[in-house]
């Protein structure tokens, strides 16, 4: 939904993938795909294809009503029983992708909020369990106070108009990060719908606002620090799978990301979730957020499937 | 007389090669070079069975590698390098392959010790990062025994990671920070000489931050304080993942996964790396500044547990 970092000036976004001239891989492995060019090379035509569809699709409510739309039918190309569990998504891009339109940053982050709309409709449909979205970094608070509230008024309208569609098609949202920075009218938004959505269980919507690995790591350490301090467990009882049950993302049966996507090309994590992946599959994107749709997600999921997860061992 | 011809020919080959590799790491370094680069090690086994070889040949064949890797790194002027030579999880695999790793590990080590004044003409310092105490007598002793042996060399540092997995590092950053902590409290209610005095002392101090947890009290029981963050890990054979390494120093770090497997790595790769980390290195410096977090808070603590036995110096 939102960009996790400020813009950089390096003109990366209108490259298109293909074969290094020195017959190594450039990056992350992303497959060449012909198709690619044509959609997404940003051009003002590709854009405007793009954003009447969006329009044709969109209902007056925002909500998409392409629920029993075939183009979300799971492609043949991916296997139902070998999807992720758990997708994390860091939704970089979207300033870029506004400023490559001539547009203000705003518009950038509400093209990415309709992204996570079709990407939180496509998961239902396809059985994925959890998707944790990385909208808003703890290291992103040093951004512009313009910036931020805009942010976080947008953050209020989404919940405001997404939480009956979360309630109603059994979605459960949680919100983890160090909510204490946030307006109060936003920490009282946040809280009522995870409340109201606590008991959902078809699919669980985890969205990363002012969080960061580390921080998660610290409150979890204090979490331990005070039950030790209590005598509630001892010094010698600390290990990894109480540290897990105390990182934020305690909130799910899936913790652990099976599989982290990263838009606008950008190869780093971050400071998102670090203790979470350590096993986890990465795919790198050059797509901006706000375009990353269906056809990038299926590339994302089938390269998913073809990898062999040995967990540091040896597969047999 | 051929194979003179034939060696004086190498000779001269070998040393035009350097040549032009110096030249290229000259050009490199208009650009910035990386303090510290991380390795991945993958692919030696499948690099065996590509080429129809024992397990233990495609690790041999990965250790060739390894030091021509750490050769140009040296050359190029990277200070530290990390190499992730051994996982916990890794364990797991077959009695056998692990006896094979272990094996020639203590051998390459054996080795070193000999070669001395080799490593001393390269200026190179070894460090063993780890839960050490899960592995054998002999390849502690002869860790140990590297360690000082290279201690009082400066030009590079080499940290191999062995029985490391970051759950590890930060389970025991965690276990420390909190006796730290606990520790603190307890001296806090020690001063306070009345009842009153409790609440109040233990007040001050939680004001303080001497009895709260904070970023930098974890940071400073983490192994690999030693050393700087990662600017680019490199994994090869194209997986995608980061396999439980140094998950907490990597979280700006670039990310480069080649499809060459580790035997097969070569030059390019690492020049290819490091033109990438370039792009972006103005960038992530200047968010780095910005941001209030410790990034180069590197000490000389006494390291009093399992998980790093070494003290290390600046």
Request: contains cysteine; glycine residues 6%; neutral net charge.
């Given at each position: 939904?939102?960009?996790?970092?400020?813009?950089?000036?390096?003109?990366?976004?209108?490259?298109?993938?293909?074969?290094?001239?020195?017959?190594?891989?450039?990056?992350?492995?992303r497959?060449?795909?012909?198709?690619r060019?044509?959609?997404?090379?940003?051009?003002?035509?590709?854009?405007?294809?793009?954003?009447?569809?969006?329009?044709?699709?969109?209902?007056?409510?925002?909500?998409?009503?392409?629920?029993?739309?075939?183009?979300?039918?799971?492609?043949?190309?991916?296997?139902?029983?070998?999807?992720?569990?758990?997708?994390?998504?860091?939704?970089?891009?979207?300033?870029?992708?506004?400023?490559?339109?001539?547009?203000?940053?705003?518009?950038?982050?509400?093209?990415?909020?309709?992204?996570?709309?079709?990407?939180?409709?496509?998961?239902?449909?396809?059985?994925?369990?959890?998707?944790?979205?990385?909208?808003?970094?703890?290291?992103?608070?040093?951004?512009?106070?313009?910036?931020?509230?805009?942010?976080?008024?947008?953050?209020?309208?989404?919940?405001?108009?997404?939480?009956?569609?979360?309630?109603?098609?059994?979605?459960?949202?949680?919100?983890?990060?160090?909510?204490?920075?946030?307006?109060?009218?936003?920490?009282?938004?946040?809280?009522?719908?995870?409340?109201?959505?606590?008991?959902?269980?078809?699919?669980?919507?985890i969205?990363?606002?002012?969080?960061?690995?580390?921080?998660d790591?610290?409150?979890?350490?204090?979490?331990?620090?005070q039950?030790?301090?209590?005598?509630?467990?001892?010094?010698?009882?600390?290990?990894?799978?109480?540290?897990?049950?105390?990182?934020?993302?305690?909130?799910?049966?899936?913790?652990?990301?099976?599989?982290?996507?990263?838009?606008?090309?950008?190869?780093?994590?971050?400071?998102?979730?670090?203790?979470?992946?350590?096993?986890?599959?990465?795919?790198?994107?050059?797509?901006?957020?706000?375009?990353?749709?269906?056809?990038?997600?299926?590339?994302?999921?089938?390269?998913?499937?073809?990898?062999?997860?040995?967990?540091?061992?040896?597969?047999? | 007389?051929?194979?003179?011809?034939?060696?004086?020919?190498?000779?001269?080959?070998?040393?035009?090669?350097?040549?032009?590799?110096?030249c290229?790491?000259?050009?490199?370094?208009v650009?910035?070079?990386?303090?510290?680069?991380?390795?991945?090690?993958?692919?030696?086994?499948?690099?065996?069975?590509?080429?129809?070889?024992?397990?233990?040949?495609?690790?041999?064949?990965?250790?060739?590698?390894?030091?021509?890797?750490?050769?140009?790194?040296?050359?190029?002027?990277?200070?530290?390098?990390?190499?992730?030579?051994?996982?916990?999880?890794?364990?797991?695999?077959?009695?056998?392959?692990?006896?094979?790793?272990?094996?020639?590990?203590l051998?390459?080590?054996?080795?070193?010790?000999?070669?001395?004044?080799?490593?001393?003409?390269?200026?190179?310092?070894?460090?063993?990062i780890?839960?050490?105490?899960?592995?054998?007598?002999?390849?502690?002793?002869?860790?140990?025994?590297?360690?000082?042996?290279?201690?009082?060399?400066?030009?590079?540092?080499?940290?191999?990671?062995?029985?490391?997995?970051?759950?590890?590092?930060?389970?025991?950053?965690?276990?420390?920070?909190?006796?730290?902590?606990?520790?603190?409290?307890?001296?806090?209610?020690?001063?306070?000489?009345?009842?009153?005095?409790?609440?109040?002392?233990?007040?001050?101090?939680?004001?303080?931050?001497?009895?709260?947890?904070?970023?930098?009290?974890?940071?400073?029981?983490?192994?690999?304080?030693?050393?700087?963050?990662?600017?680019?890990?490199?994994?090869?054979?194209?997986e995608?993942?980061?396999?439980?390494?140094?998950?907490?120093?990597?979280?700006?770090?670039?990310?480069?996964?080649?499809?060459?497997?580790?035997?097969?790595?070569?030059?390019?790769?690492?020049?290819?790396?490091?033109?990438?980390?370039?792009?972006?290195?103005?960038?992530?410096?200047?968010?780095?500044?910005?941001?209030?977090?410790?990034?180069?808070?590197?000490?000389t603590?006494?390291?009093?547990?399992?998980c790093?036995?070494?003290?290390?110096k600046?």
């Amino acid at each position: 939904m939102l960009s996790s970092r400020v813009n950089i000036a390096i003109p990366n976004t209108l490259l298109q993938a293909k074969p290094s001239p020195f017959r190594y891989e450039t990056g992350f492995r992303r497959p060449f795909s012909p198709r690619r060019l044509q959609v997404r090379a940003g051009s003002a035509s590709g854009v405007a294809f793009k954003e009447e569809e969006e329009q044709r699709r969109l209902s007056s409510d925002g909500v998409s009503v392409a629920g029993d739309s075939p183009e979300y039918d799971i492609p043949e190309t991916l296997r139902r029983e070998l999807m992720p569990k758990h997708v994390a998504v860091i939704m970089d891009g979207n300033v870029r992708w506004a400023r490559q339109r001539g547009m203000p940053s705003g518009a950038g982050h509400e093209a990415g909020v309709r992204s996570l709309r079709q990407l939180v409709e496509v998961c239902c449909r396809w059985g994925i369990k959890v998707l944790t979205v990385f909208a808003f970094s703890y290291d992103n608070w040093i951004r512009p106070q313009v910036e931020i509230e805009f942010l976080m008024s947008l953050f209020e309208r989404v919940i405001k108009s997404e939480i009956e569609i979360f309630k109603r098609e059994g979605i459960r949202v949680s919100v983890i990060g160090d909510s204490s920075k946030l307006p109060e009218s936003l920490q009282k938004l946040v809280h009522d719908a995870e409340e109201s959505t606590k008991e959902n269980s078809k699919f669980q919507l985890i969205v990363a606002v002012s969080y960061s690995g580390k921080y998660d790591v610290v409150q979890a350490c204090k979490s331990i620090a005070q039950k030790a301090k209590e005598g509630v467990i001892g010094l010698e009882d600390i290990d990894e799978s109480m540290i897990e049950q105390e990182l934020e993302t305690n909130c799910t049966e899936y913790p652990y990301p099976d599989l982290l996507i990263r838009t606008s090309g950008e190869l780093r994590v971050s400071n998102f979730l670090l203790w979470q992946l350590a096993y986890t599959e990465f795919f790198f994107v050059q797509t901006l957020w706000p375009d990353f749709g269906i056809e990038d997600f299926t590339e994302a999921l089938t390269s998913f499937q073809q990898r062999q997860r040995r967990y540091g061992g040896r597969k047999s | 007389m051929e194979t003179q011809i034939g060696c004086g020919a190498n000779q001269l080959f070998k040393r035009v090669g350097t040549f032009l590799r110096k030249c290229l790491f000259r050009v490199l370094s208009v650009g910035e070079i990386p303090n510290h680069i991380a390795f991945i090690l993958d692919g030696n086994r499948r690099y065996a069975r590509k080429h129809n070889l024992a397990v233990e040949a495609g690790y041999r064949a990965g250790f060739v590698s390894l030091l021509s890797i750490l050769k140009y790194c040296s050359e190029m002027g990277v200070k530290h390098v990390t190499i992730f030579a051994f996982s916990v999880d890794n364990f797991k695999r077959r009695p056998h392959e692990v006896q094979c790793v272990m094996d020639l590990m203590l051998e390459k080590m054996e080795v070193l010790l000999k070669e001395e004044n080799v490593v001393k003409q390269y200026g190179v310092r070894i460090c063993f990062i780890g839960s050490l105490k899960l592995l054998s007598e002999p390849i502690r002793i002869a860790a140990e025994k590297v360690t000082k042996a290279t201690a009082k060399n400066t030009r590079t540092v080499i940290f191999i990671c062995m029985a490391y997995s970051s759950g590890n590092e930060i389970t025991h950053a965690v276990q420390h920070s909190c006796i730290d902590k606990l520790e603190n409290h307890s001296q806090a209610r020690k001063h306070a000489k009345t009842h009153d005095d409790v609440n109040e002392c233990v007040e001050e101090h939680e004001k303080e931050g001497t009895t709260m947890v904070k970023l930098e009290d974890v940071e400073k029981h983490m192994c690999m304080r030693v050393a700087p963050d990662p600017d680019i890990i490199i994994r090869t054979s194209g997986e995608n993942r980061l396999s439980n390494f140094l998950l907490w120093q990597t979280d700006s770090c670039v990310l480069y996964a080649p499809a060459a497997l580790w035997p097969e790595i070569g030059l390019w790769h690492l020049v290819w790396a490091v033109i990438n980390f370039q792009r972006y290195h103005s960038y992530l410096e200047k968010k780095r500044k910005q941001l209030i977090l410790p990034q180069e808070q590197f000490f000389t603590p006494t390291i009093s547990s399992d998980c790093c036995k070494q003290t290390l110096k600046r």
